[in-house]
């Protein structure tokens, strides 16, 4: 296993180089960027009005008459600084390969537009993104595999039924709706107002007890957690029924159960092994769903400055240092919590040896 293990954390550098490279090629060729973003400004029209008209012949003609799209009335060397600033100046090979030894000492650089570094915006959202898919990963588990080990149990029964228009309707209706849902009814929005409608905590957080603290913390999170939950706890819990009744009709159960063993010895001293790997395997993608993209439009939604809404305005921006270093971040923690997880496939069944495949 150890064998594996070091294979795996050599791959690494090698996975996270590959990423970069193609985003950074794709990004060469992306229409726009951030010297298109602040010429929009200094012409004094809006970066995604430039964006909207960019294919009708006008554009195209503007766009010919010079390097960047709207520099026609800029003076060359505004551009020429600007260029300087985003490091444009430079060949496209030289800035990458620079942007590859800084990100092999986790120096990420400073975004374009805000007088801050990328590790300092990544510490200050990453807070709201940590609470937001710890709790909601932590609550959808909690949910899912007992409702999925019972529906499997009483497959077919009314409890089966029942339980399974509210999977079907999780899956169905968008994580926003129901955010949306849950602000109108319990936000302000038309009937209650039991909850706040953004941030994390109140302005007075500073000032209360621990207890008053905590409490504040589980009151801001409440409705966005909840939405996230909703959405999310339908695939795991038919993943878990589907894994147990699999599980359930192999001969293995049927000897078990000639042997006169109770329902609940067979369930989880012999079924919830096998069955739960399945289920296990899907854990790193679910977290990094809930940390990262999942939580994009509860985000918005709520108010809440996290990673996710960082990342979605980085591009909006063009915001390149932003965009690759928490690219690099989530490929990293992604590629990370790959390797746990097979480390507990392991850990639960020591049958599957990853290292002799």
């Known amino acids: 296993m150890k064998t594996y293990i070091l294979k795996r954390l050599l791959m690494i550098p090698l996975t996270l180089l590959g990423i970069l490279a193609l985003n950074f090629v794709i990004v060469q060729f992306a229409p726009g960027g951030p010297i298109e973003h602040v010429l929009a400004k200094y012409s ?20 010919a008459a010079g390097k960047y799209q709207g520099a026609r009335g800029v003076p ?16 496209a090979p030289t800035r990458f390969w620079k942007m590859i030894s800084d990100y092999a000492r986790f120096d990420f650089g400073k975004s374009f537009y805000q007088d801050k570094t ?9 807070p709201v993104s940590v609470s937001l898919g710890l709790w909601s990963t932590l609550i959808i588990y909690l949910i899912a595999i007992p409702l999925g080990i019972k529906k499997a149990v009483a497959d077919g029964s009314k409890f089966d039924v029942w339980t399974s228009f509210a999977v079907i309707l999780g899956a169905a209706v968008p ?27 109140s302005d007075n957080w500073s000032e209360l007890s621990l207890l008053g603290k905590i409490g504040d913390y589980f009151w801001h999170l409440t409705l966005p ?28 159960v049927l000897t078990a159960k000639a042997k006169g063993l109770t329902q609940n010895q067979i369930l989880y001293g012999h079924v919830f092994r096998n069955a739960m790997l399945i289920v296990i395997a899907g854990f790193p993608s679910l977290l990094i769903k809930m940390l990262f993209t999942g939580s994009l439009l509860i985000e918005v939604i709520f108010s809440l400055n996290g990673l996710g809404l960082l990342g979605y305005e980085a591009i909006m921006t063009r915001d390149y240092p932003v965009i690759f270093g ?14 746990i997880s097979d480390l507990t496939y392991s850990l639960i069944d020591p049958r599957i040896d990853f290292e002799a495949r």
């Open 44 to 63: 004094g029209m809006n970066v995604d009005a430039t964006a909207a008209v960019a294919g009708n012949a006008a554009m195209a003609q503007q766009a």
């Open 76 to 91: 060359a060397d505004l551009i020429a600084e600007l260029e300087k600033q985003f490091g444009f100046d430079k060949p």
């Open 118 to 126: 990328v590790w300092q915006l990544i510490r200050e959202r990453m």
């Open 175 to 201: 994580v926003f709706l129901f955010a949306v849902f849950l602000i109108v009814i319990f936000a302000g929005g038309t009937y209650l107002q039991w909850f706040p409608l953004h941030g994390l905590t």
């Open 225 to 252: 957690v909840t939405a996230m939950v909703i959405g999310g706890f339908a695939s795991l819990t038919m993943l878990t029924k589907n894994s147990f009744l699999d599980e359930l009709g192999k001969q293995y």
């Open 326 to 339: 928490t690219l690099y971040i989530f490929a990293l923690l992604g590629l990370l919590l790959k390797l």
